[in-house]
């Protein structure tokens, strides 16, 4: 084994060039921290919303288990207060990478300990992925960089689990990785190894997958130890191992992890992808051709007895002998409790839906759950339109033999009378998803009247909430798409809302824009779409609704109507990939952006002529990558402009820069609100650098001071989107990259 020190060290006693620099941040953080002001923040309530990709329960407390996101972090279950916990929110932006989550361990010997293995993707702009490790439930933790990456929102995201704790010494763990083969750690986590036995199959191609965007290495996706193979107190020998490839692919060791041999008789051809024990010492498999989510057009179920070296496919509906079965097995679980009570589910079995089944004489007979089923959704109406698909890890509580749960790509559903099947009986669920929220907002607009919030939201349209705490059904259909990605509001007649998204094929003739003058509570389709491009991209209302300017996605030109697309115009000076926004005040007055060059444009008739903003607005824009541009909420032909790496800016439509936001350092986001008691100032919220210290920040006097409103518990990774709202003093909402949308509020008793 290769050591290498993955920890997080004390600091060094620091030279003077240290202690300056310590001194300068240190100053940075007192300037962001001195005038903070108390918010508390909720989660606007849409319930789930993404994918739950793995689930732990600890073996020797009741009512504790953990769930693992592919974009959203980790939650504890609070099983008093029957609601997730986040673990993850104090991540800051520089470390969005760790919000996926690619793994998750409890220690079976101690109900305080759980790791993570953090890391969203294995792309070259990606960092290292790294294990946080707590003694506290989650409540702490603290981080061992590694030396690789990993792929929490990546291929084979759903299988597990890759990090195990050793049942009998909990200093021991393990982590397979994706694509640096086997690693060890003999001190809870802290410092971890490459185990060099490791078969080489792990880093080869077999164990590599594509889907349409790029490779991916999948390499070991399971650790299992064998508990009656060792004693309390002393490392257990015996573990297995799984990799990711259709070749040998389940390997054993009996000495720790020092050496490793295939297990011998095991099925080939397919890809496994979990692994569990039952209380007889019997191994139950799962297989995919792929390793998933994306697709699996074939996979088995197989059962292995290491007392017999025996093994047997138990698969609940048997594989076509010649071709493939058009979808594959994602997961099976065994009731800690009764070795012969199996759950199996397949996967990516789209039509007509997927199937979840279970089994009371270990594998033999299976009956089919969902057609014994009923799902209540009233805690989260928008359910009622999605099928269960992706169930990547089915769990049965080893106190409740009733209690079931399995995840899908939009929540967890659960049960508490499972064997009510048994008897001939109906099995109920319940969406468990209170208090985890895991949508990834698009567009957010809080208009002067009617709804406080709307939202165009990856994977769900979109919501209009008049109640935030409260789980509301998506934008009335028609239409209905699979991706909101952009809204807008006629600021001066704010029943106008106009969004645009997208449909997966096939979609039809259906149009991919639509607007409401109701405020978001009825929608009517477009007439028409412009004569090129996909839909999406971004939309924008005038001032007056008189006007609708839209950039389609992958379309090479800009369009505008003013008859709700009966005709389509196409834009003078515009071209591809840009931003489009309206002026709040003037309906004459549009505005476009490119958010990775920084280039801005201007219109002042209407939409029809575009023409660059120069000058030294624009001049100080150019080459910005990720661009934010707003247009003031009080004053005509008035730009803020702000970059990730850049200053911030306000400046007019001719290109005059007329005012430089001092201090502002990067910016990620950024909104206005209403004003202050007694001010007629709009609030200010900026998400990004102050003085270098990063978090979200609010101004009462068009930034000539500032105040900090988040801690450093409220991190939430980086944020993506943040508007104030116009009609309540102090209050902002906010998306993240995978935790879903924030309110926040000045906590009680704070003052302005």
Known sequence: M??????????????????????LLAFAASVAAEDAVPYRYAGVRIGGGGFVSGLVFHPTEKGLYYARTDVGGAY???????????????????????????????????????????????????????????????????????????????????????????????????????????????????????????????????????????????????????????????PTPTLYAGVSTQETSLFRSDDGGGTWKPVPGQPIGLRPNHMVRGGDGAYYLSYGDEPGPDTMHDGAVWKYEPSSGRWTEITP??????????????????????P?????????HYTPKDELFRSTDGGAHWTAVFPRSEFEHSTATWTRDHTPHWLASIQIDPYDP?????VTGYGIWASRDMRAMDRGGTVHWAFQDEGLEETVALGLISPPEGAHLLSAIGDLDGYRHDDLDTAQLQFAAPPRYANGESIDVAQAKP??????G??????????????????????????????????????????????????????????????????????????????VLADRIDAKRFYAYDRQSGALFASRDGGTHFTPIDGELGEASRGRAQTRVQASPDQAGVLYVGSRDGEWLRGSQDGRVLKRFAGVTGVDAFGFGKAAPGNHTPTLFMAGRLRDAQGIFRSLDDGASWQRIDDAGHRYGRISHLVGDPRIFGRLYFATSGRGIFYGDPASGATP
């Open 340 to 348: 012969k009570v199996l759950m199996t589910a397949t996967f990516a």
């Open 495 to 500: 029943a106008l809302i106009v969004r645009s």
């Open 502 to 579: 997208f449909l997966r094929k096939p979609f039809g003739p259906a149009i991919r824009a639509a607007w409401s003058e109701d405020g978001g509570r009825q929608w009517k389709a477009f007439a028409s779409e412009p004569p090129e491009g996909e839909g999406a991209g971004s939309i924008a209302i005038a001032a007056d609704g008189s006007t609708v300017v839209w950039a389609p996605r992958n379309a090479s030109h800009v369009y505008l109507t003013h008859d709700v697309g009966k005709a389509w115009t196409m834009v003078e000076g515009l071209g591809p990939n840009l931003r």
């Open 402 to 406: 009733d209690h079931v749960l399995f």
């Open 317 to 338: 509906w048997p594989r076509p002998k010649d071709g493939q079965s058009g979808y594959g097995w994602g997961a099976v679980a065994v009731d800690p409790r009764d």
């Open 76 to 234: 504890r279950w609070d099983d008093a207060a029957k609601r997730w916990v986040p673990l993850t929110d104090w991540i800051e932006a520089k470390d969005e990478n760790l919000l996926g989550i690619d793994s998750l361990a409890v220690d079976p010997s101690d109900p305080e300990r759980v790791y993570l293995a953090a890391g969203t993707y294995t792309a070259p702009q990606a960092g290292n992925g790294a294990v946080l490790r707590s003694a506290d439930r989650g409540r702490h933790f603290e981080r061992a960089d590694m030396p690789f990456k990993m792929g929490g929102n990546e291929l084979g995201r759903g299988n597990g689990e890759r990090l195990a704790v050793d049942p009998h010494d909990g200093r021991v763990l393990f982590l397979g990785s994706r694509g640096a083969g086997l690693w060890r750690s003999e001190d809870y986590g802290a410092h971890w190894s490459n185990v060099k036995s490791f078969p080489a199959v792990s880093t080869s191609p077999s164990a590599i997958a594509e889907n349409k965007w790029r490779r991916q290495a999948i390499g070991i996706v399971f650790v299992t130890f064998e508990p009656a193979s060792g004693k309390p107190g002393k």
């Open 2 to 23: 290769a050591g290498i020190d993955t920890g997080r060290r004390g600091r060094a006693r620091p030279g003077w060039r240290a202690a300056l620099a310590v001194c």
